[in-house]
């Protein structure tokens, strides 16, 4: 199906129209959905209905009447299809990183004796931190151990309570195999915790059929949910009813609004919520959801995997001998929905990308990173941000002394 | 000023015009905005344009080119004049549960040797909760001591490491001399933790002249951010430096997207920063402290009192002998802004109001709540909805069976 140029490949490409759905930046190819999706045309609308209907003339009443209190829940079935969940497996509430505190909070009390949580030492750096701070402040004597992704497979024991996986990684978009994965952390009653920041939305998960016990993940990159949306847990069914977690709060109450002075925590999946949601980013989440769960998840994947493929076979053709390399696994299979490429002046490259209009974004210490977001990117997009690239280091462009100045790159 | 026929007080109150500056329930009298504060004019407009402009035109850009990354310590300095604090003590993130666990494990760490965390037996349930969890999950061996209200200044001793303490009780509206309670805390060492959700924008705090060590608060209520609009921290200048907090995530480091492996926290308050933020509910009550911010603080305290003690008077003349009883001081620097009535069959009243347009709302296991948030509430509301909640008593009308299903209400 994707063979040939460019723009055969878009005019053949079955998800070609799902980009008029979407607001993007104009006269700009934009690679950075990787790091905040697109805007669905699906929000707008639903965001002034609820400021102006539900907030404005609802008032209070909407938390009834638009149901307002049950959008962690709702929002939460509705991107269960895109993760392999089942209904009241997937909540949406909170941040990422609140919700790793959480889940390792709760992966620790179910496996009590066991005093390590391993982790990898070179992941999302803010899932390492949370997991340090769990360590250290709700389970004193408790311990990480630091591996590397490589080795993960040999790291479990039965001192091992929970492992906390990123499924793709966020600089080399290196996939892990899900279920080998949990098949060897399984063999010695090791958790697996799986942040899913860098897959959801971009591709089909199979949380529940590859095994996983636990997962977190992000509303604001593939899923398209708006900057900063709310993230989600997933809870595997059978461990919520034991589940406990440290932030408990009102909302995690099994009776919320009896203000009563114990606490008791609700049967389901809501006992992973702690205080009162933000409901207008809630719900532009929401209205992303409607838009990403109506396509078909096979045909998704297939586009991803050929938008990596492609940029692949353009930078080596385009960009031989001018100093990058692909740090991105070739073989699609174990691979998410971005292309990095490793550059001696990385930052400096992205700078005078963009400044070309091709957004990527930059990593630290010299990745340059391009998100290829199967709703909204064409293969003539990024054959125009390779020969972009490829313009830029023939030039030599990267040395503008403009480029060289570090301002806050997201 | 405030004296005479509603109508004359209507007329000379000084922010009659403020009024006209909110989005009300049409055809209704809104006196839950101490629940959900009602929509500023401000903020429709200021979400349009996050949401076309900066998500959608901008994209991944507006983190820097809008300042979203600042946004938390932003609106947090916005926020600071309207609870006497400073520049650099207040920051707007995560719900108000999440954020006194936080700030409960950052007080414990600052008070190694005490354990005792004390709070209020007949508190708001939800910080109550969260107490409980920060004792069990944070610091083991610790214990609550939970003291009424009328005798948390015989509560302190060396023993306590921090009195969680809610400014405004949430039912009655009792408010507690915030001075007196910090000095009777510091003669023992114990540091206050201060609830002010009931009371931050419907009044001016003065949590730095007070004394106060630390703060949470909503942004829902008084300061009309929204539903579930991010709640905000306040930590007294000279603790900055020292703070640890449990939920250390990446928005917290203080090179955020240097992606170091190791965490140290930021210089200032956004240490208390723990994942990405809600923007567009961040931006919204940005938008709303636009308008709250520039109403004369003093003004908006005398018409909340003024308001309150006017419904007391209409309530004790309008329905005297009808089964209600004043729940909330009678003295106006006692008391917050809302006044609470206590009557037998308050869920059933409170649905007879609703069905006539009043919208209060009820609390377990008697009270009839009514928000007098100062902004847009007028005299002639209080009126009206105490001759409606008159007839209603005098004819019954709660003991109409449609009344008595219990729906949740919040």
């Known amino acids: 199906m994707f063979t040939g140029s460019a723009a055969e490949r878009d ?11 979407f607001v993007l930046p104009r006269d700009q190819i ?6 905040l999706g697109a805007l669905p045309d699906t929000v707008a609308v639903r965001l002034e209905r609820a400021v102006r209907e539900e907030w404005g003339e609802g008032a209070v009443r909407s938390w009834n009447r638009a149901d307002w209190i049950g959008a962690p829940r709702r929002v939460g079935d509705r991107l269960a299809p895109l993760l392999g969940a089942r209904p ?22 179910l ?6 949580v391993v982790c990898e030492g070179d992941g999302f750096p803010s899932d390492g931190y949370i997991a340090a701070s769990a360590a250290s402040w709700l389970a004193p004597g408790h311990r990480l151990r630091t591996v590397p992704r490589a080795k993960l497979l040999d790291a479990f024991d039965r001192d091992v309570a929970v492992v906390l996986l990123h499924h793709v990684d966020y600089r080399s978009a290196h996939r892990l195999p899900m279920t080998e994965v949990c098949e060897a952390a399984r063999a010695h009653g090791v958790l697996t915790l799986w942040d899913v920041s860098h897959s959801a939305g971009a591709m089909p998960l199979e949380l529940g059929r590859a095994g996983a016990d636990l997962a977190v993940g992000c509303g604001y990159k593939y899923l398209c949910g708006g900057p900063g949306a709310p993230a989600f847990v997933y809870v595997r069914g059978e461990l919520v009813p034991a589940l406990e977690q440290p932030l408990q709060g009102w909302l995690g109450h099994r009776a919320p609004f009896a203000f009563e002075a114990d606490y008791e925590p ?46 692949i076979a353009c930078a080596e053709r385009e960009c031989a001998g001018l100093g990058v390399e692909i740090a991105s696994p070739r073989a699609a299979r174990e691979r998410g929905s971005q292309i990095a490429l490793r550059h001696a002046e990385a930052y400096e490259v992205m700078q005078a990308l963009i400044a070309r209009g ?10 340059l990173r391009f998100g290829l977001a199967p709703h909204y990117v064409r293969f003539s997009d990024v054959e125009r941000a390779v020969h972009t690239l490829r313009d ?12 060289r100045q570090r301002n806050r790159v997201v």
Chains 1, 2 share one sequence.
């Open 30 to 35: 934009y690679l950075a959905g990787n790091s």
């Open 11 to 21: 005019a053949r490409d079955p998800l070609a129209g799902v980009r008029e759905r």
């Open 111 to 116: 496996r009590p004796g066991r005093e390590v």
């Open 266 to 311: 609700a049967s389901g999946i809501e006992r992973l919520l702690c205080g009162t949601p933000p409901i207008l980013s809630l719900l532009a989440f929401e209205a992303a959801l409607e838009l990403l769960g109506a396509l078909d998840p096979l045909a998704v994947r297939a586009k991803s995997e050929a938008l990596g493929d492609f940029f």
């Open 358 to 367: 091709v957004i990527g974004d930059f990593r630290e210490p010299d990745l």
């Open 392 to 403: 830029v280091l023939a030039q030599g462009a990267q040395r503008d002394p403009r480029y």
């Open 88 to 109: 009241g497996e997937v909540l949406v509430c909170d941040a990422t990183s609140v919700n790793l505190f959480k889940l390792l909070g709760a992966a620790l009390r």
